[in-house]
C-alpha cells in the first residue's frame, strides 16, 4: 500500500509512522508535513491542505491506496467529500459529519438528541444577552467559541469577571474571528477529564484505549489554556467501568445519532469526556485524532494501523489490539507560548529510549529549527506511567532547552 497524510503537526507524525511500521505499506506521503518527519522515512509533499486540486492529482499520479485527513480545518472545508466525488478512498469523516467539530451547537443539539450525558448550555449571537446570562448563571461557568480555535476557543473562568472578559474576548474583540461571533455557555462541571477515541464506520464503534491531555501551560495546571502540553495513557483513575459507560452512553448514542440526523460518520470521533459523580459527561467531541493523544495511544497499539483503515474501508471487521504497557508525552513549545513566541531557535537533538514527534518546524532535517507553538513532543513507553515519566524527563534534561518550556508534571494525576 502507498499512502498519504494530509496534515502536518506531531499527530499526523504519529500517525504516518504507525502507518509507515506496517509491512503491507511501501510508502506514507505527507502534505505538507514537516522537515522533522523525514528522520522517520515520511516523504514530505509541498503541498498546502486547502489545495484540493493539486492533493487529488497527487493521489491519482503516485496510485495512492487511500488518504488519511489528519486535522480539522480540511474535513471541514470538505476535502474527503472532493476525494470521495474524484474516486479516491480516503478516511475521515464529510463535511456535514465534521460538523461535530466544527459547530458546538450542532454537537450539543446532537447529544440532547440523543440522551448523551453532557453540561447543561445555552448559545448566544447577541452579547448583551450573553453577559446577562453569565451574570444570572455565576460562576464557575464555561464559555466556548462555537467555530474552530485550535484548541483554545474555551475558557473555563472561575470568576464572573473571568466569563465577562472571555465574552468580551470572543464576540466583540473576536479574537477567534468567525467562530467566536456565536458562542455556548455551558455549566462547570466537576471530575477528572479523559480522552477516549473510537474508530468510527457509521454505526460501527471500535473504541481505543483512553488518554488523559494537559491544556494548560504550566504545571499543576496553570496557566493559559493551549493546544495540549502532553498526555499519558492508560489513567489508572478512571475505572473501566466508566469507560465502559462512556462507550455505551456517549459514543454508540452518538454514531447511531449522526446516522439518524442524516449525517453519517465515518473516521476518528474523539470525545473529550469528564467522569462526574453522576458519571462520565461529555465536554466536546472532536472528528479527529486529538493532539497531543495521538502521540501516547498510538504507540500503545499492537495491531496493525494501517489494516484497521483498510479494513474500515473495504468494509471489513477491523481488529483492535493493545499492549498492557503505559506511555508518556511530553510537548516542548516555544517560550511565551501560546501567547506571542519565540521563532527561529535550533532545535536539539533527543536522545534516548523515546520518540520523537515533530510540530512546529522547518529547515532540514540534519537541523531543524522552531517555526511554531507547539515545537515537537517526546514521547516513551514503559511498563509504568512512572517508568515512562522517567525515560522522557531524563532526554529532555540531558539536553539545552533554552528558549524553549514544557511541563514537569505530565502523568502525575495518576498517582492521586
Known sequence: MKVLIIGSGGREHAIAKKILSSPKVSAVYCAMGNPGMEKDGIQTVAIQEDNHPELIEFAQEQEITWTFVGPEVPLLNGLVDDFQAAGLMVFGPNKQAAMIEG????AKEIMVNNQIPTAAYKSFTDYEEAVAYVKEQGA???????GLAAGKGVTVAMTLDEALAALKEMMTDLKFGASGSKVVVEEFLEGEEFSLLAFV??????????SQDHKRAYDQDKGPNTGG??????VPQISETTVQEAIDKVLHPAASGMVENGTPFTGILYAGLISTKEGPKVIEFNARFGDPETQVVL????????VIIDDLLEG??????????????????????PA???KGMAIPDVAGEINVYYAGVTGES???????????LVEAEADTIEAAQAKVYQALESVDTTDFFYRNDIGDKSKR
Open 201 to 210: 464506520r457509521n454505526e460501527e464503534v471500535y473504541p481505543m484505549v483512553i
Open 366 to 376: 540534519e537541523q531543524l529549527t522552531a517555526s511554531g507553538g507547539r515545537v515537537f
Open 340 to 342: 506571542s513566541y519565540k
Open 140 to 146: 464557575p461557568i464555561v464559555i466556548k467559541a462555537d
Open 316 to 337: 471489513k471487521q477491523p481488529e483492535l489490539k493493545w499492549k498492557e504497557n503505559a506511555a508518556v508525552g511530553v510537548v516542548v513549545a516555544a517560550e511565551g507560548y
Open 103 to 106: 459547530s458546538k451547537e450542532f
Open 299 to 306: 504507540p500503545r497499539m499492537a495491531s496493525d494501523l494501517a
Open 229 to 234: 502540553m502532553g498526555a499519558y495513557s492508560p
